[in-house]
């Protein structure tokens, strides 16, 4: 009876584990979200181990908008803490967004923004695999250095 009981504990604690465990490193590479399925929005968000968080998000309703976020992000009790390092959009510098995981593992990402507060539906991101680091985080630098060294008008 004492080995029956052993055996449930372990199995109700891994039940509980993969969210408890989860890692940075968990996270780094490139993972992709369609925002709404009735429009074509997408986006192209990579995680780095150096702490940088990186997107690439398209809009296509009546005009293609595209919006490039370069993030500062780290990971705290199961919350995905991201800070707006440099954007395209309206967002000012240091705004934080908080995503907790409800899900993670080597193919899928579901998050719920819990911060700013707000009725936000989950978002399903999904990692695409054998896509080559540096990707997405590249282009979004090199795209904020090259617009830094603009002559100012």
């Known amino acids: ?16 584990a993969p969210l408890s465990k989860c890692a940075p490193n968990d996270l780094i590479g490139i993972w992709i979200i369609n925002h709404n399925s009735e429009h074509v929005d997408y986006s192209f968000i990579e995680y780095q181990a150096n702490g940088d968080k990186c997107e690439i998000e398209f809009s296509l309703v009546n005009s293609l908008d595209v919006t490039l976020y370069w993030n500062k992000w780290r990971l705290e009790n199961g919350v995905i803490h991201s800070s707006i390092y440099n954007t395209t959009s309206f967002i000012e510098y240091g705004f934080e967004i908080g ?12 998050v719920d923004m819990v911060i700013p507060e707000g009725d936000y539906e ?23 250095k090259n617009k830094s060294n603009e002559p100012t008008k």
Do not use: P
Request: glycine share 4%; aromatic share 16%.
């Open 122 to 144: 989950t978002e399903y991101h999904y990692k695409k695999h054998g896509a080559k680091s540096g990707q997405i985080c590249d282009t979004v630098r090199k795209f904020f």
């Open 99 to 110: 995503d907790k995981i409800n899900t993670l593992n080597e193919n899928e990402l579901f």
């Open 1 to 16: 009876m004492r080995n029956h009981l052993v055996i449930l504990s372990i199995f109700i604690f891994s039940l509980y």
